[in-house]
């Protein structure tokens, strides 16, 4: 998948719901662009590109498609829908929703360690203390304070007594 698709998404871009707002943004914006372009040939002025989030104008940045190209808007579209389709999909269970600079960081790493297209997705679970709880696929890996505190049961005695002195 990498090979055909040699877009990147922006790092503030990370899950498939936001992937999905931003393929629907682009189809109207492509739309727009589109009514714009003919109204502009019929009153023979200058078209103005429509508005866009933020989130879109970071997505032509990093995808390096001009906000005016009507045939890259439209290639970017199928890109967008194929990395929807098929990229890998990381479920992130942790005790407080991260930060945007968490998201950032934990979005960086697995587009570098795993595969660039990874999707991520963050809930929160006030059972596990602290620490994170990660999904892929049927896989479940369980890296929370209580999986630690619960698999060292002999150690709580000890660390109570530290802390207490």
Known sequence: ????????????????????????????????????????????????????????????????????????????IKQFEAIRDKAPSVHLMMAALPNRDLKRTLTEWFRAEVNPYTLLTFATRADIGGGFILQAGSHVYNYSFREQLLSHKNRISEIYNSVRQ
């Open 1 to 76: 998948m990498t090979d055909a698709l040699p877009v990147r998404l922006p790092l503030d871009l990370y899950s498939p719901e936001q992937l999905s707002a931003v393929i629907i943004e682009l189809r109207a914006y492509t739309g727009l662009l589109r009514d714009t372009n003919v109204r502009a040939r019929a009153t023979h002025a200058t078209a103005a590109a429509p508005h866009a989030s933020a989130l879109l104008l970071s997505a032509f940045h990093e995808s390096g498609t001009d906000s005016i190209d009507q045939p890259g808007l439209e290639k970017l």
